[in-house]
């Protein structure tokens, strides 16, 4: 296996950086405890230097941490990093070894496949009765095994969990003849769409919202060069708070808000210009979801963090304040402020 680390794999870190810069610091703020795990977790280095995920998870922890200290100091970070494979798990044990991290961190570092931990630590937890402490777990394997539905399922059972998958389809559809995947679904559906890439996410994403009962899922599709691995990374969360923030984290990875990622860009080609989103579909959306409704800030807000790709920050002085100025909705403010959209607008609709 060769650890040089790909344009596709920048982007997928990038999402998780930036979700995990947020992820910490409020899950650590309002909890005792909090739980990081890293299911296929890697050597912890690639060829070129960067870290691997489970050390910029440290890393972002730690600065967190620190950043915070009076706040966070009686807090516990658990982190369990799981990697099958003898010679990686070695050198993810001496990556994690060279850091230096606080004393409320406990990492754990397990040389065995995913599944077979996780199904230890569910034993251990319903055996004391006990339940999964506040979770964000990563699942990033190569391919397409080791990631029963089941497993999933039972992380998102637990409040205030959060998983982010890596799901490779492209696997799943090249290996359609020799390996049944009904263990990955979590059913044997996938048969039916298996030609259609896009329509298995969409299975996947179905099954955790009808089968675990999860609240919101979101994905990111992402293609390496000539097509060769296409995966889409999806996202399972019960939190609204959560979602918001890792459709900010995928956007940075998209500024287009497409919610993906090529690998087809030409490096020697300057940008001259940052390309805009363009938001006049949300302008649309909202017309025809409040058409001839009243709403407060908050109800749109939610709406739009739900029911959209668009971000909190497309709405106010991007979407409202231009449809204000040009008369298309009319605008009552809580304690006579002239300006703004704060909590309390209520905004009508034609
Ligand atoms: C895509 S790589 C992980 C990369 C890492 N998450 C990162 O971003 O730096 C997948 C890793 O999972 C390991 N692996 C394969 N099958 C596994 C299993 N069943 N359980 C745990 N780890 C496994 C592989 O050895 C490999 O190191």
Redesign the pocket.
Known sequence: ?SWEIKKH?KA??KILKSYLGAWFPIMAFTNPKIVYI???????R?LEGED???IYALKIAKEIFEKHYLKLKDKQFVFFF????KE?FESLKKEINNLKLPSNFTVTTIN????NVMVEIFDYLDKNNNKLAPTFA?I???GT??VPFEIVKKIMSYKKCEVFF?HMYSGVMRSKHVSDHTELYGTDKWKEVVDDGPKLTELYANQLQSIASVRYTRSFNVRAKNNAHIFDLVYATNNLVGLKKMKEAMWKADPLGNYQFRDTTNPNQIVLFEEEPDLTPLKQILLEEFSGKAKEITEIDDFVATETPYLSGHIKQKTLQPMFKAKEISVIRPDGSKSGFKEGTIITFP
């Open positions: 296996m794999t997928k870190h890293d299911g296929f977790a890697g050597p912890g690639y691997g995920s489970p799981i990697e099958a494979n990686s065995d496949e995913f599944r990563f990033d394997p190569f095994k080791g890596n």
